[in-house]
Nanobody, 121 residues
Framework: QVQLVESGGGLVQAGGSLRLSCAAS????????MGWYRQAPGKQRELVATITRGGSTNYADFVKGRFTISRDNAKNTLYLQMNSLKPEDTAVYYC???????????????WGQGTLVTVSS
């Protein structure tokens, strides 16, 4: 069994910073692409940023220059450094990973349970 556990969410004032973490555990052989998504109340889940195993990144336009995605492959951990936060960044942030399990053929897409980020004005 594989699971992703996010941490680091909370309440912050506009202009502040938060760092989210996502730790993957279980029978993992390797993780390819990892990403952060978010879902605000009443809205659909949307992509925030992704990162490949080799470190290539992709960002949504609304976070470019403010958020930085990174990962530690040795620890199977994903990070999201969020700076200059805005009230519109308020959402539940979800971690996503595409991975291969030990002794099991085929890839698996896994989601975390989400962590709430609230930005006050």
């Amino acid at each position: 069994q594989v699971q992703l556990v996010e941490s680091g969410g909370g309440l912050v004032q506009a202009g502040g910073s938060l760092r989210l973490s996502c730790a993957a555990s279980g029978s993992i052989f390797s993780i390819t692409t990892m990403g952060w998504y978010r879902q605000a109340p009443g809205k659909q889940r949307e992509l925030v940023a992704t990162i490949t195993r080799g470190g290539s990144t992709n960002y949504a336009d609304f976070v470019k220059g403010r958020f930085t995605i990174s990962r530690d492959n040795a620890k199977n951990t994903l990070y999201l450094q969020m700076n200059s936060l805005k009230p519109e960044d308020t959402a539940v942030y979800y971690c996503n990973a595409d991975l291969f399990r030990i002794q099991i053929t085929g890839n698996l897409e896994v989601w975390g349970q989400g962590t709430l980020v609230t930005v006050s004005s």
